[in-house]
Each structure stands twice: as C-alpha cells, then as structure tokens.
C-alpha cells in the first residue's frame, strides 16, 4: 500500500500543482516533526485530494494509506495514540463526519485519544461530485461530540498554525479544510489558541462572525460596506469549541446586529453555537445566520455554489445590507 504510485497514474499526479493550498496541510506536519514531536498520517486512499502525497515523501515510515475504509482508519489511528503517536488522518469531510461518527465518537473522543481528524473538502467545494459528497451537517454533528475540538481555518496559513498549536492539545480535534483553492486571508501565518477568535474590524452597525472559506468574503463584503460609511465588523471564529464567548459577548455589547456566515447549514454549525451563547447570557441583539438554508445543495462547480447560496462576497455583502437596512 505505501510502495511507488505508476507514474501514469491519471491526473493526479498534478493536483497539488493546480491547488496549492493542499500543501499546507503537509507543510504543518513536517514542522511538527522537525520539531520532535511523534506524529504520523494517514489517508483513505486521498493522498494526491489533501496533500498528504508530501508528507508521505518526506517521512514514509510515518505514512499510513488505509485505502477506502474510513472506519478502520479513525479505529486503527485511536489504537495508534495509545502508543503515545498522535496520529493524523484525512478524508473528505462529509465521509469522516457522516460515515465515521460511530468510531470518532467511541474509539477517538469517548476513549480520550488525541487523534487529530481531518475532513478535507468541506461544504459544497466538491461541486460536482454532489449532495453524498457535501459535508453541510459536519459542524453540527463534531461539536456534539464531547470532548472534540472543531477548528474551521480560513485559509491554509491558518491551518498551519493550528496544526502547530495542536502539539500542545491533549484532547481530540477535528479540522473542517477546504480544497486547496481557498483564497488567502493570512498572508503569513497567524497566531492560532485554542478558544480564542481573530478580530479583523469592529462595527457598530453589524459584526459578521465567520469562519472556513466565509471569512475571505465576510472581509470583502465589511470592507467594500465600511467604504460607503458603514460600520461593520469581522471576527473569524476559526475555533468553533472550545468557543470564544468573550469575543461574541463583546461583538454583541458594540454591535447593533450579528450575522454568521458558514459554509454549512444553518442548524447547528456556528450559527447555532453562536445562538446559544446570546440566549443563555439573555442578550437581546438581533441575529442573522447565513449559510445553507437547511436543504440539500445543489450540484455545480464550486464557485457556481458559492454564488448561488450567496457566500461569495457580493453575496455575503447582498445578504448583509438587506439584514441591517
């Protein structure tokens, strides 16, 4: 399974040329073991779709390719943690969260295992591939899960600096990535703490808390906004749980209307957990979730998806200036 791929292996070969935001998940890994920390990888079969074809070159007695069986990789990864290896494992995300439930709920988190979970292609980025293969309910279900981080990065940079500031996480994450071709929001790599959000503006008027691929377009929309004299806001809650209370809080005590923006539906993801800090502090300020709108997406290119559901910029800005006029 870990011997040489023929070179004429179908087109593969040159994804990562063509989505250069794939290489970040590799690059994060490498510095962890540069840095002495014990980890390893494994994928389903989707080396050359995340990246992990990198890794696997660099250090491969430290790459695991399970094939297609997903449930026997996150089983077989929590039985690797018990040897004191933090093990990295990767798949598409509506696979890992859908297919994968059972053993990510029992053998990694209920076990306590420090597995790191990573669910690739996110939301509707897929396009074409359909509704089986958009991960739309992945939010949702991760958070539910006692004791699992969810981490949303917004870019690859970001993704990066979590995967780094995971070495010191004893407890198991589940990270939410695209598809390599998410516009940059961090031109260098951010600082990343868990439970912690990244404020990108204040607004008086409107804060949009974002986080994945939404943040880029949360940003462009605030900004075109702020340019005709609004005032709107930007946080991006990358770290959906542990859940940055403060920052929704002090948004919600500045601002007059908060609007989330996700990649996912609407019930659950971090429209919900947003939701839930407001009612349970008793704040009264207007709330707007965006994102899909409970219902199966539909089949297109991605960014055909994006404009459709209204999470490309002009749609988030569309969306934005209805909430608050």
């Keep these: 399974m870990n011997g040489p791929l023929s070179p004429n292996s179908w087109q593969y070969r040159g994804l990562n040329a063509v989505n250069p935001g794939l290489d970040h998940l590799s ?8 840095a002495g920390h014990n980890v390893m990888a494994g994928s389903a079969d989707l080396q050359y779709s995340n990246g992990l074809n990198r890794f696997a070159a660099a250090y491969p007695d430290r790459y695991i390719s399970f094939g297609i069986s997903e449930q026997n990789m996150v089983s077989t990864a929590a039985g690797i943690a018990t040897c004191g290896v933090t093990p990295f494992v990767a798949t598409f995300a509506s696979f890992l969260a859908l297919l994968v439930c059972e ?42 899960i006692a004791d699992l981080a969810v981490i949303s990065p917004a870019d690859g940079p970001q993704l990066e600096a979590a995967i780094r500031a995971s070495a010191d996480y004893d407890k198991p994450i589940y990270f939410r990535i ?79 209307k908060i609007m989330t923006v996700e990649e996912h539906n609407v019930l659950g993801g971090l429209g919900g957990a947003v939701a839930e800090v407001l009612a349970d502090e008793g704040i009264g300020v207007k709330l707007k979730r965006h994102g899909i709108y409970d219902e199966y997406s539909l089949i297109a290119p991605p960014t055909h998806l994006y ?6 910029a002009a749609g988030i800005r569309s969306v934005a200036e209805a909430f608050i006029a």
């Design 103 to 144: 053993q990510i709920r029992m053998d990694v988190a209920y076990s306590a295992q420090p597995v790191r979970l990573v669910g690739h292609h996110t939301g509707i980025s897929l396009g074409f591939y359909g509704t089986s293969h958009h991960a739309t309910e992945d939010i949702a279900i991760m958070r539910s």
């Design 178 to 256: 695209g598809r390599g071709r998410d516009p940059v929001v961090y031109k260098e790599t951010p600082t990343f703490t868990f439970g912690k959000a990244h404020e990108h503006l204040k607004g008086e008027e409107l804060t949009i808390i974002a986080c994945g691929m939404a943040v880029h377009g949360a940003l462009e929309a605030a900004s075109a906004m702020n340019a005709d004299g609004r005032s709107v806001g930007v946080i991006d809650m990358a770290c959906i749980k542990p859940l940055d209370r403060d920052a929704i809080l002090e948004a919600a005590s500045r601002s007059k």
């Design 27 to 34: 690059n994060g890994l490498i510095d962890l073991v540069k």
């Design 307 to 312: 404009a459709h559901y209204k999470l490309d």
